[in-house]
Nanobody, 115 residues
Framework: QVQLVESGGGLVQPGGSLRLSCAAS????????MAWYRQAPGKQRELVAM???????NYADSVKGRFIISRDAAKNTVYLQMNSLKPEDTAVYYC?????????WGQGTQVTVSS
């Protein structure tokens, strides 16, 4: 089993920045692939950014150039630095990993971009 705990969400004005953190714990024997998803009200959950076990990174087109995903392998923690935030970035952000042929999700953290 793997547990994921997100933190760092909140209310920010348009153009502002936030950094989300996701700490993984449990039966972790190696570096895990990690990703951030988000779900806005009335919309499907969508992939925001992902980092593979070899640290290959991919971003959704909507966040390229504004968001940065990174990891601290020693702490089993992944981060999402979000810059130049827009109202359309408002959503619940979820941390995700796949391990032992199973999917694991965090509880989610709310990000609200509003003036």
């Amino acid at each position: 089993q793997v547990q994921l705990v997100e933190s760092g969400g909140g209310l920010v004005q348009p153009g502002g920045s936030l950094r989300l953190s996701c700490a993984a714990s449990g039966s972790i024997l190696s570096i895990l692939p990690m990703a951030w998803y988000r779900q806005a009200p009335g919309k499907q959950r969508e992939l925001v950014a992902m980092i593979s076990v070899s640290n290959s990174i991919n971003y959704a087109d909507s966040v390229k150039g504004r968001f940065i995903i990174s990891r601290d392998a020693a702490k089993n923690t992944v981060y999402l630095q979000m810059n130049s935030l827009k109202p359309e970035d408002t959503a619940v952000y979820y941390c995700y990993t796949r391990a032992y042929a199973d999917d694991f999700w965090g509880q989610g953290t709310q990000v609200t971009v509003s003036s």
